[in-house]
């Protein structure tokens, strides 16, 4: 049965933004003094991509009481680079036409900035594909995915049961919001996510290409 909703994941999903992750993260934490752009830090990045800022900044030695700063200093030059970078993958922008046109609900739930979603989302010409677009700013600190809340939020605004909603990402943090949200979960498999970790995560099922979703 086709889902009513679709909850999209964005990095990894929707378009390929490592590119653009990489270079503002390097730069972030170039200027706070840390260590970063080497084949080691760029692929410990790759692997924490899609969980919220401050855990990489953690990871790479921040201190608490920087976060906030680091954070808002990645914002302020994150747009202009990923104007310039990022990428749909193939299909997404023909295959949320048809699902539009078929009369599926469509949605965007990240972990990312919603300024920089939106602005992505515009820039991509895919904006008015989705009725509502939740980034972390939309729940409580310390409820973002894997924390059901952001799904909970779009299903509330658009009145679909979470019977009736698919959850589409590329990483267990995505599969494990659907499971905590009552969810069916996809996962595509051109992603970001490890293959331990999905597996583990056990989606309801998965794709190779975007529009695969056409005949769900």
Not at 107 to 132: C, H, P, W
Request: charged share 30%; proline share 3%.
């Amino acid at each position: 049965m086709r889902p009513k909703l679709i909850i999209f994941d964005f990095d990894g999903t929707l378009a390929d933004t490592k590119k653009s992750i990489f270079k503002t993260m390097t730069i972030t934490l170039n200027h706070f003094g840390k260590k970063c752009g080497d084949e080691s830090s760029l692929l410990k990045i790759k692997n924490l991509i899609g969980t919220p800022l401050t855990r990489i900044f953690k990871e790479f030695g921040l201190k608490d009481d920087q976060f906030e700063e680091a954070t808002l200093f990645y914002r302020s030059i994150y747009n202009e680079i990923a104007g310039k970078t990022v990428e749909l993958y193939p299909f997404v922008k023909d295959t949320l036409d048809h699902l539009s046109k078929e009369g599926v609900k469509l949605a965007v739930a990240s972990n990312k900035g919603k300024d920089a979603l939106e602005y992505i989302l515009t820039a991509q010409g895919i904006m008015s594909y989705f009725e509502i677009v939740a980034g972390e700013q939309d729940v409580d600190k310390g409820r973002k995915k894997p924390a059901p809340d952001m799904a909970n939020l779009v299903m509330s605004k658009t009145g679909i049961a979470p019977k009736d909603t698919l959850i589409v990402g590329d990483t267990s943090i995505d599969t494990y919001m659907a499971r905590n949200a009552f969810c069916q979960s996809c996962i595509v498999n051109y992603g970001y996510g490890s293959e331990e970790s999905i597996k583990e995560s056990a989606p309801s099922y998965s794709i190779d290409c975007f529009s695969e979703l056409k005949r769900e």
